[in-house]
């Protein structure tokens, strides 16, 4: 409290109260999307070096990217830091993966970033490559990827195959004459991973006939068992049955492994509710108990549903008293139960809903 003189009176006067600020609220870290993270580079890098970077994209890109600069308004300088240093390791990957493939970019970033981003950033360019290498075929017309390969070797068709959508690899084997239709399965089931030298080859030959490839250099999963099973699936009956007998013949232990990746024990949900009738009668009820055991709600409601309702009551029963089951035995229950569907399914018995593709008459 201060005292001021006023005349010969004295005036009290209080001194202003001192009023603590309040911390400031924390700010809410903003998260850029991938464009806007883009946007965040190209105003990073200033205007001569982001005209550089524009010369090598397409005007789509370039008017992308362009309206993402002009609506990303402040970012501040934590948030521009991480956005240039996942950006630099992008780059790191990209050269170290076009220099020496995935292997060499792995030994690469794991010394740069550690094992776990290095395992991140390799899992990202695995997937964006897969989704790049005979990208022009997505947008090829069945009949003129037909035309296109269909004087192409079996190993060659099988691997261009393999980066298409299954429905359109099996349209171009449904055309291909039965012994070809066999080799082309064969070979597809049987492929692992391909060399960029190979890559290389067969882009180059299939340019003259499509444009806009894009050339990759780094080995990436094409192709395999669940692959055929998946256009296997979407084939029409009669050339499923050529390929299935042709392919027993030469090599039986790939045709049955390729049959059990195509219908499993969850896709009984699919099926018609005779059809589940029908199958259930030929099930030992023992089986029906251990499948059952590691059914999702969806199986067991299909399955209850086209049981009488005594047999439905017996399983229940043995269900609440079987305990303590291997998954191992689960799973050659459920293995069987498949067995005895596809076996129902040649005979004609039965019908399997395949890709779409099946009209059911009443």
Known sequence: MARKKKGKEEEVVEAPAVVEKPPEEEKTKRVLEPAQKAAAVIVALGT????????????????????????????????????????????????????????YARSVLEKAFGGATANELLAKVTKSLKNRE???????????LFTALQYERPQTIALVLSYVAPEKAAAVIEQLEGRRQIKVVENMAQMDSASPTAIKIIESEMQKRFDNIFVSNSNVKVGGIDFVASVMNNIDRSSEKSIFDGLSSRNEELADEIRKRMFVFEDIVTMDDRSVQRFVRDCDPKDLVLALKAANAEVAN???????????????????ITSNVRMKDVEEAQSRIVGIIRGLEEQGEIVIMKGGKDDIIA
């Open 134 to 144: 005979f990208a022009f075929l997505n947008k090829a017309r069945e009949k003129d």
């Open 48 to 103: 001569d070096k982001a005209s550089l970077l524009y010369q090598h994209m397409d005007s789509d890109e370039i008017e992308q990217v362009t309206i993402e600069v002009a609506k990303l308004g402040f970012i501040d300088a934590e948030t521009t830091e991480e956005v240039l240093n996942e950006y630099y390791q992008m780059c790191m990957m990209n050269k170290a993966v076009t220099e020496g493939g995935l292997e």
């Open 302 to 320: 299909k399955l209850f549903g086209n049981m009488s309702s005594r047999m439905a009551e017996s399983i229940r029963d043995d269900l609440e």
